[in-house]
T-cell receptor
Framework: GENVEQHPSTLSVQEGDSAVIKCTYS??????FPWYKQELGKRPQLIID?????GEKKDQRIAVTLNKTAKHFSLHITETQPEDSAVYFCAARKDMDTGRRALTFGSGTRLQVQP | NAGVTQTPKFRILKIGQSMTLQCAQDMNHNYMYWYRQDPGMGLKLIYYSVGAGITDKGEVPNGYNVSRSTTEDFPLRLELAAPSQTSVYFC????????????FGPGTRLTVT
């Protein structure tokens, strides 16, 4: 089955700096890659996603890049703010016409933005 | 819409007890999932369902059972609770179509002592 590895496990940055979180996946057939933000005690919330036919996607201060050849994808947060502090999870999924469409998650990155 | 709802929010069980975690969604989603999240870890799939009457195992199904008698509800049953089942349980749902997002419930924090 799919295996997703995520690095680093913790990341501390100064407010205003950029943060980068990286993930690799094992199944070359995976074609959907979302990123979730989870604040303490809360449910995971989707912040951005990318499909395998796209190399990069941006939404204001966040962006995701995908390298299908190398089977890795990254989350980039620019101009970090204290409210960006949370745990971020990457995930991968192989979408087919049938089948489970369940996500395989990375182990998470705890991002702390120091004011 | 209430989205995905879960009950209870918290529960303490003794070893060997049983319980059912409730999950419901009002978005008419075909797909529903149960994940568990251990401290400091990502989410692991327990069971999933692609529609009413259809369920299948995920990565970590041992010690759990599910049923899907309606589109809206997807309860998770724990039989003979063990300390290893101490975790936060999240239910999620998604639409069978071009919208890929999985919507998560608020979670149930379960402690087995």
């Amino acid at each position: 089955g799919e295996n997703v590895e995520q690095h680093p496990s913790t990341l501390s940055v100064q407010e205003g700096d950029s943060a980068v979180i990286k993930c690799t996946y094992s199944d070359s057939a995976s074609n959907y890659f979302p990123w979730y933000k989870q604040e303490l005690g809360k449910r995971p919330q989707l912040i951005i996603d990318i499909r395998s036919n796209v190399g990069e996607k941006k939404d204001q201060r966040i962006a995701v890049t995908l390298n299908k050849t190398a089977k890795h994808f990254s989350l980039h947060i620019t101009e970090t703010q204290p409210e960006d502090s949370a745990v971020y999870f990457c995930a991968a999924r192989k979408d087919m016409d049938t089948g489970r469409r369940a996500l395989t998650f990375g182990s998470g990155t705890r991002l702390q933005v120091q004011p | 819409n209430a989205g995905v709802t879960q009950t209870p929010k918290f529960r303490i069980l003794k070893i060997g007890q049983s319980m059912t975690l409730q999950c419901a969604q009002d978005m008419n989603h075909n797909y529903m999932y149960w994940y568990r999240q251990d401290p400091g870890m990502g989410l692991k799939l327990i069971y999933y369902s692609v529609g009413a009457g259809i369920t299948d195992k995920g990565e970590v199904p041992n010690g759990y059972n599910v049923s899907r008698s309606t589109t809206e509800d997807f309860p998770l049953r724990l039989e003979l609770a063990a300390p290893s089942q101490t975790s936060v349980y999240f239910c999620a749902s998604s639409y069978q179509g071009l919208t890929y997002e999985q919507y998560f419930g608020p979670g149930t924090r379960l402690t087995v002592t």
